[in-house]
């Protein structure tokens, strides 16, 4: 298996701009979360799906943000417009069923808003 | 106050040495702990995790859970250059699904 993929690698964009990341979760796993990290403030859970629909969005920092999973193997996070104060890394995790889930992350999406 | 919190660092010992790597957490419902390692521009990935209080030892890895002090620890022995990364403690709570990090404390191992 691959892992979590995210796309891209690395963004760099100019305050205003629409700014969409993509993950595509391991398969077969039915949670699926999105994380922000920053130096100032760490890992924030944005939000998280269980089998596609969006069970807590309270991490969402603000209607700028959206987040989407149309299926059980692609989701997508959108910043618009984007600010400068959104550059992080953003990472994208999956997991299965079991009490104790162990989630597994993506390599993670470079955002640079200039 | 975060609900967990980890002192940043950095934290930098001699290869060899041991190392204890702390965190506290305030929410009493709190039942599973873990660890998270995570290397330079990579994601974390799960170290250990444990239930309730109690120790749980894998190889150089020891963690421990003191819930009376609401206490997460992380022990390393026989320190490796290749152990030096971030370790982010975590507590789950609630659907046991959402996994509450702290900031990370990053550790250097000096050859």
């Known amino acids: 298996d691959a892992g979590v993929i995210q796309s891209p690698r690395h963004e760099v964009t100019e305050m205003g701009q629409e700014v969409t990341l993509r993950c595509k979760p391991i398969s077969g796993h039915n949670s699926l979360f999105w994380y922000r990290q920053t130096m100032m403030r760490g890992l924030e859970l944005l939000i998280y799906f269980n089998n596609n629909v969006p069970i807590d969005d309270s991490g969402m920092p603000e209607d700028r943000f959206s987040a989407k999973m149309p299926n059980a193997s692609f989701s997508t996070l959108k910043i618009q417009p984007s600010e400068p104060r959104d550059s992080a890394v953003y990472f994208c995790a999956t997991s299965g069923l079991a009490v104790v889930d162990e989630q597994f992350f993506g390599p993670g999406t470079r955002l640079t808003v200039l | 106050q975060k609900e967990v919190e980890q002192d940043p660092g950095p934290l930098s010992v001699p290869e060899g040495a041991i190392v204890s790597l702390n965190c506290t957490y305030s929410?009493?419902?709190?039942?599973?702990f873990m660890w998270y390692r995570q290397y330079s521009r990579k994601g974390p990935e799960l170290l250990m995790y444990?239930?309730?209080?109690g120790n749980k030892e894998d190889g150089r890895f020891t963690a421990q859970v003191d819930k009376s002090s609401k206490y997460i620890s992380l022990f390393i022995r026989d320190s490796q250059p290749s152990d030096s990364a971030t370790y982010l403690c975590a507590s789950v709570r609630g659907s046991a699904s959402k996994i509450i990090f702290g900031s990370g404390t990053r550790l250097s191992i000096r050859p």
């Open positions: 929410n009493s419902a709190f039942q599973y």
């Open positions: 444990t239930y309730s209080s």
